[in-house]
């Protein structure tokens, strides 16, 4: 552009000049100095401006068209990278790999297989269910059931019961249960004890009432001696604050359940353990199939924050009774019924009871994307089991779904473990699944002391759980992740 201004300007300046210079000459004209400035460059100056202007005026508009087309670009990138940068926030950020662990000092479970380890070599057995006489389908034949057949005798028509039922399936409901408290009855009978000892020490207004109450604090106690002494003859204990009592339930039991048979069993447990009913919470868990893994995940790790109090979990379902089968098979033709009891007394690892050992310790890891490097870290690897044919990794999804099948093999291909290793839980419990898996966790307690048992479900992919034996060195120095 500097180049065609400057060509055209001396283009002119030259034409100015041969002509201005022969017609000056022409007529004798003497120019002053003004006449030389504008005639030889104001007047060449000001053609130059009028020859260029139309060119000056196209420049212009292609350079404002220019800026405008700048502008947009540059508005359309910054929006982008706006976008952009919502987007890279609005991604879920990795989780930090996270572990809690909790002491078991008891467990128990009820199956029509047996009890306890009786339950899991008969899973690995293959072990179908019977025709059960007493429940019929629509045409008046036999159907197949998982029946407690022992729990018959505790369900008896002609047996009297303290506790107002409806049907039969809460009564034998009501049974399993209280078979359960009876398998923690050492359990529970320590815990009183220690309860009872750490109110001498720490809850001036409970250890009142036990004052109030001599034969509480020892059965023996004389009424003529102090009740202070009581207290100044027991030796120091960690404190405990309360007993917890989570009862989980099947979710369309919520409209037909009585609390009032929860507070039957706070009433006993106090009456039987010598404890005062305020140091006991019992609460019902009405759950889902479908969020039955998560919710039972969230209870453990309820647990686990609570660092002056130690919880029973007892989880029970039975669908022996007609009325409830009839339901069933008004959408399942083939509906197979089941009970099953399961429970579980923990506390966090910093919890002491004394006269009571943990028996096991239960280990969960959330977050955790790569199986076989926490397997490695963990020195799970490391253990015979994995070169052994017998399995130990309760697998809680069904083992007939080839998506879960899938899920399992990339999840696990990496650590070691084969498929024989694998046992599956959900299809020993018939079509009763409300809480089918969270029985099919706590049978990880039943497998032989010499095995770490692994727990894994697909509902939660990024965690799995593995309980290995109690181990006091481990306690004072527990694993951070």
């Known amino acids: 552009m500097i180049k065609l201004i400057i060509g055209t300007f001396t283009t002119l300046f030259l ?67 706006k976008e952009l940068e919502a987007i890279e926030q609005a ?15 008891s467990s128990a479970a009820w199956h029509s297989y047996g ?53 039969m399936r809460e009564k034998r409901i009501q049974a399993l249960i209280q078979q359960q408290l009876e398998q923690h009855a050492e359990s529970l009978y320590l815990i009183a004890d220690h309860l009872k000892q750490s109110t001498l020490f720490y809850d001036s207004e409970l250890a009142y009432q036990y004052r109030m109450h001599p034969a509480w604090v020892n059965p023996n106690y004389a009424q003529e001696v102090d009740s202070d002494s009581v207290a100044q003859s027991q030796a120091p204990v960690s404190r405990l604050n309360r007993l917890n009592i989570h009862v989980l339930l099947a979710e369309d039991l919520v409209h037909q359940w009585s609390d009032d048979y929860l507070n039957d069993i706070k009433n006993q447990l106090s009456e039987s353990n010598g404890v005062i009913a305020e140091q006991i919470h019992i609460e019902a868990h009405f759950i889902g199939k479908s969020v039955a893994y998560t919710e039972w995940l969230r209870i453990l790790e309820q647990i686990s924050h609570q660092t002056s109090q130690v919880s029973l979990v007892i989880s029970v379902d039975s669908e022996i009774d007609q009325e409830c089968v009839d339901e069933k098979i008004w959408l399942q033709e083939q509906y197979i019924a089941a009970e099953y009891a399961s429970s579980w007394c923990l506390a966090n690892t910093q919890v002491n009871i004394q006269n009571l050992m943990p028996k096991k310790v239960l280990n969960v890891v959330t977050n955790e994307t790569d199986f076989a490097q926490s397997f490695k870290r963990k020195q799970l690897k490391d253990l015979p089991q994995f070169n052994q044919e017998q399995p130990f990794l309760f697998m809680l999804d069904d083992a007939t779904d080839m998506k879960v099948v899938k899920k399992l093999q990339n999840k696990f291909d990496e650590t070691a473990t084969e498929t024989y290793h ?15 898996k969270i029985f099919g966790f706590m049978l990880g307690m039943h497998l032989p002391e010499e095995l770490t048992a692994m727990m894994y479900s697909t509902d939660q992919e990024s965690t799995f759980a593995f309980i290995q034996a109690f181990s006091e060195e481990e306690q004072l120095e527990p694993e951070t992740i």
């Open 15 to 81: 034409l100015c000049t041969a002509c201005i210079i022969f017609y000056w000459r022409d007529t004798g004209f003497d120019p002053s100095a003004i006449d030389l400035i504008s005639y030889f460059f104001l007047l060449p100056l000001v053609l130059c401006a009028l020859i260029l202007s139309p060119y000056f005026i196209y420049k212009g508009i292609q350079f404002r068209k220019e800026q405008k087309i700048e502008a947009q670009k540059k508005a359309e990138e910054q929006a982008e990278q």
């Open 91 to 105: 991604k879920p950020k990795p989780l930090e790999i996270q572990q809690i662990s909790i002491n078991v000092f």
């Open 115 to 167: 009890e306890n380890e009786q339950i899991v070599e008969d899973i690995q057995q293959f072990k179908s269910p019977e025709l059960d006489q007493n429940l019929l389908n629509g045409y008046g034949l036999p159907v197949l059931s998982y029946r407690i057949k022992d729990l018959d005798e505790l369900t008896s028509d002609d047996e009297e019961t303290d506790f107002n039922v409806t049907t």
């Open 422 to 436: 694998f046992l599956y839980t959900k299809q020993n419990l018939g079509d009763t699944q409300h809480l089918a």
